[in-house]
């Protein structure tokens, strides 16, 4: 049809190393022309968690500019559009291909980027500036969960942010974990107590680090399967909690989207005592899709 544009877009399952795992990512490389509504609108359209859409920086210490969307609002920041879309740029060259370090410019400023290079690379982010907020009482988490208050740990929750405020929600076991839901009415409990739109973050401890799940029904997104903007925040509240050593070269491991099938691992090192020098996080990342979307 006469005036119609085509504008190619890749399909990237991030945190993962297998195809249909992971958490699935639109990237649009040249979004040139697509204004801000109707970037909304194919978020809203391909019904991922995220999509993002690659522009000239306005920086000129970034390579590039990337505006991020789930299917209901843009995000200032997100971890697995930031990892996938990095891993994206890379394989077409939009930055060299042996680069070990570049910076994004995103809604929250600049997001550094690293990459461990191999077969298969390693892409990291370092988490943006990370804010405690308000703490929330045990049997009101619980209540919104759906689960007893003795299913929680004796760690008070507490809204932590790296740009997207969570409620961070630490529970006894995995199975504890795999009973937790969170819908509009939960979240609406929890609101009532704070008027921030929020995800929920559960989790327990494992060997590895931890198993955990994230709900942001208020994004239009359920459940997500990996949330990496949520994960530097939990290594924070962690940390604060006594879960887990705060020393300089800490590293675990978060499992996260196995319980609705798209199990994804996100690695997590904090830098400096505390986190002082930074909290990073990564994973691997897998293409599956090539296709054009016509407007």
């Not at 291909?97 to 690293?114: A, D, H, T, Y």
């Not at 995800?199 to 239009?220: C, E, I, K, W």
């Not at 530097?232 to 099938?261: D, H, I, W, Y």
């Amino acid at each position: 049809m006469k005036g119609r544009r085509s504008y190619r877009y890749r399909v990237v399952d991030v945190f993962t190393k297998e195809p249909l795992e992971g958490n699935a990512l639109a990237v649009f490389p040249d979004s040139s022309g697509i204004d801000d509504a109707t970037m909304q609108k194919i978020a809203k359209e391909l019904q991922l968690a995220e999509t993002t859409f690659v522009a000239s920086p306005t920086r000129a210490d970034c390579a590039a500019r990337v505006r991020i969307f789930t299917p209901a609002r843009e995000m200032p920041f997100a971890g697995h559009p930031t990892v996938g879309t990095s891993f994206v740029m890379l394989d077409e060259g939009m930055v060299p291909k042996n680069s070990q370090k570049f910076v994004l410019e995103e809604g929250v400023g600049p997001v550094p980027v690293r990459v461990e290079t191999g077969d298969r690379p390693m892409i990291w982010l370092r988490t943006p500036p990370i804010e405690f907020g308000r703490c929330y009482r045990t049997s009101a988490c619980a209540e919104a969960l759906g689960l007893d208050e003795g299913d929680l740990l004796e760690a008070v929750p507490q809204i932590v942010s790296a740009a997207n405020p969570a409620v961070f929600v630490a529970l006894k076991d995995r199975s504890a974990v795999d009973r937790a839901w969170l819908d509009v009415r939960g979240l609406r409990t929890l609101q009532s107590e704070s008027k921030e739109s929020l995800f929920v973050f559960v989790f327990s401890l494992t060997s590895q680090g931890v198993y955990s799940r994230m709900f942001a029904p208020d994004h239009g997104v359920p459940e997500d399967p990996a949330t990496g903007s949520a994960t530097g925040p939990l290594a924070a509240f962690m940390m604060n909690r006594g879960l887990v050593s705060n020393a300089s070269g800490t590293r675990f491991v978060s499992e996260q989207g196995t319980k609705m099938g798209r199990r994804s691992f996100l690695h997590v090192l904090i830098n400096g005592e505390n986190g002082s020098e930074g909290i990073e996080v990564g994973g691997h990342v897998t293409s599956v899709v090539e296709a054009t979307l016509t407007l």
